[in-house]
């Protein structure tokens, strides 16, 4: 993700009040995971949109087997 793009992180509905976060944010090339307590800098996690589809049914456990 480019350092110049501006994207809109959304916090995850699971974050709880200590500082455990994960942010996620689109571009409508790539969606992008972070962790809040990185305060905006590296790493990134990015995911087409197919593999993040994908990743979250895996963590779900409904993707098909």
């Known amino acids: ?25 689109s571009t409508g090339r790539v969606v992008a995971v972070r962790d809040t307590k990185q305060a905006g800098l590296d790493p990134l996690l990015e995911f087409t949109g197919p593999a993040w589809r994908r990743f979250l049914a895996e963590t779900k456990g ?3 087997r």
């Open 1 to 25: 993700m480019s350092e110049n793009m501006h994207v809109t992180w959304r916090k995850s509905s699971y974050s709880d009040g200590t500082g455990n976060c994960v942010e996620v944010a």
């Open 62 to 64: 409904d993707a098909p």
